[in-house]
């Protein structure tokens, strides 16, 4: 792994299944304003560092640390007590499908990781499921960047950057308003 790049979005995509609360998609969708395949390569190590990340909560979780977790969790900006309890929800009555959904509906990875572990879901369908939901919406947000970027591909990169940026500063402003309550 030479790319810094590539280093950043792997570091990224286990920080954010675990504690980090902005989502490496921030990284990968700079990237995919310039240089499409760049961003799809660092697609695949934000998910090498994602699926690590969510097997180590799912084990925290099996063995006994959701609630600590939980508490945790209910301290990082776009989580509440109501999130919490509506995911381990949604995977009850849903299963893995819930994943996927909560993947684009912006619920944290992290918080289907520990319910899958304290609810006694199996592994291997967790990190099958995983590999799927975080896959999907890291190439549908980087595909979407790029298209944005090859659409302003006249605009001079400092625009696009600015641009970027604050597409990301009035998502994360608008999510965190919409997930306190």
């Known amino acids: 792994m030479k790319d810094r790049a590539n280093r950043l979005a792997f570091g990224w995509g286990l920080a954010e299944a675990t504690v980090f609360f902005l989502v490496p ?10 240089d499409f395949r760049r961003a799809l390569v660092a697609c695949c ?3 090498a560092g994602a699926i690590p990340g969510g097997v ?4 925290a979780g099996r063995h006994g640390l959701a609630p600590a977790l939980f508490e945790l969790f ?3 900006p776009g989580i509440s007590r109501g999130l919490i309890a509506k995911t ?6 849903h299963g893995w499908v819930a994943l996927g959904a909560g993947a684009l509906a912006g619920q944290p990875y992290k918080l289907f990781a ?15 499921a995983s590999l799927v939901a975080r896959f999907a919406r890291f190439t549908l947000s980087t595909g ?3 298209l944005a970027g090859w659409t302003l591909k006249a605009k001079s990169t400092r625009f696009r950057h600015r641009l970027h940026l604050t597409f990301w500063l ?12």
């Open 25 to 34: 998609d921030v990284w990968l969708t700079r990237l995919a304003l310039s």
């Open 74 to 76: 209910d301290h990082l």
């Open 170 to 181: 009035v998502f994360y402003a608008a999510y965190f308003t919409a997930m306190r309550g």
């Open 56 to 59: 180590l909560l799912w084990l």
């Open 45 to 47: 190590w934000s998910l």
């Open 88 to 93: 381990g929800r949604e995977l009850a009555e």
């Open 114 to 128: 520990v319910h899958a572990g304290a609810g006694g879901l199996a592994l291997l369908p967790f990190v099958a």
């Open 144 to 146: 979407i960047a790029a």
